[in-house]
């Protein structure tokens, strides 16, 4: 995400905080830059989570591994 983008988000909300609001058009683009921010921040997550690796006791390197959804543990 862009530092412009970032900065918009941020007016955007001081705008929305203030007497006169956000017009229509502006809430769409608020929505969409949150979650373009969303999006940004999940993917760069994402991107940290698959190159963890876990050790084990003996010193061996293990990638981290998906977990599933339904499991409960």
Known sequence: MKQEQIQRINELAKKAKSPEGLTEAEKKEQALLRRAYIDSVLGNLQGQLDNTYLIDEKGRKE?????????ED
């Not at 990638?63 to 499991?71: N, V, W």
């Open 63 to 71: 990638k981290l591994k998906k977990r599933d959804a339904d499991k």
